[in-house]
């Protein structure tokens, strides 16, 4: 009688109840370990010579998550914490230990001597959501398939060949961006411009026509279509979530017991919608084939990776998830030659086209907002005046 009433009240209490007495088991339990543990002198001594400092006590279950609040930016806590325990030391994002370096020695040893064991990622819910299950080079575990991927990235997408013949496209659209702020200060009163908002259209529009062929945006005019819309939306929240952290990455318990929280449901929609997306650019270039001629220079990064992507038996993927996979992966490397170009040109292009200043002599708002890209937390307002006039530039004469 006793053992059935035993488990009838098992078998009665809920799932927060349950949820409630396993963390607080499993807190109990980890205190127990920490203070009975006793390591020996030859621990002790490893440790001493091996484990860089970290901050005093790491909580059973969060590590040092309790340190890292929302209100300051990521970089000026970890600031504040090498003031206190020198350039390099350790901190745990729940389970994951992790190295925090803040000084060029350490950070030469990173990438000359250490850089193929740091050229691995650490598993996480971004890499599936977001990446293909690892299949997008800025995601995938060091081996061969990184080591495929990334001679794909650098020889064939990137290459100074390919770059070279991408000019036109990024020259192109700047040239449209130095028209349309002639234009649009001609039309208006006030010159004051945002220019976070132009630069982001420029981004968007490079991007899109080197990927895919295709250019959303104008300069000029609000957007009405919703595609449009669709896609700036959608990789502003993937390059937010990139960057984001997931609980349960950190605390695997949450995992086990299906708890999903805001950030881990917005990885999952975004991934799907983005597959939707990218899916529909991959059908069309398949459908436009053999229209294109394979020697083209004008051939967009889609049109580059169906000539030559194959099927990846030993890693799993396809050759449309890898194709998929380089379109949303983000690595900052490879892209840096065609970032620096791109960005060296407007600024040349806007600095010889008009006069710059700020409203009424005022200081710039150097805050920083949040995350991944480290925006101004008050984007930048500045006053235009134009070097010369549109229709001299527009009958290039400029």
Known sequence: MMKSDIITMDYSLSLPTITLISLTLFFLYNIWRIITK???IHQKESNIIKQPP????????????HLL???TPLHRTFASLADKYGPVFQIYFGSLPAIVISNKEGIKECFTKNDKVLASRTPSSRGTHLAYNNAAFGFAPYGPYWAKQRKLAVLELLSSRRLESLRHVY???????????????????????VMSEWF?????NVITKIVAGKRYFSYLEDVDDLEAHKVVNLVKEF???????????????LRWIGVEGRVLKSMKRIGRDLDTLIGRWVEEHKMKGNMVNSSSEKQDFIDV???IVEDDPESGHSRDTIIKAHVMGRRACPGFTLATQVILITVARLLQGFDFHLFMDEPVDMREGFGLTLLKLNPLQICLTPLVTTELYQSHIY
Do not use: C, W, Y
């Not at 970290?54 to 998550?65: D, K, M, S, T």
């Not at 982001?200 to 968007?204: I, P, S, V």
């Not at 390059?239 to 318990?253: C, E, K, R, T, Y």
């Open 54 to 65: 970290q901050p005093f006590v790491a909580l059973p279950l969060i590590g040092h998550l």
């Open 69 to 71: 609040g929302t209100k």
């Open 171 to 193: 020259e192109s659209e700047i040239d449209t961006l130095i028209k349309d702020l002639l234009i649009h200060l001609s039309n208006n009163n006030s010159s004051m411009v």
């Open 200 to 204: 982001e259209r420029l981004t968007f």
């Open 239 to 253: 390059m937010q979530l990139a960057g984001g952290f997931v609980l349960s990455d950190a605390i695997p318990l």
């Open 305 to 307: 990776m169906l000539s």
């Open 38 to 40: 006793k390591p020996s």
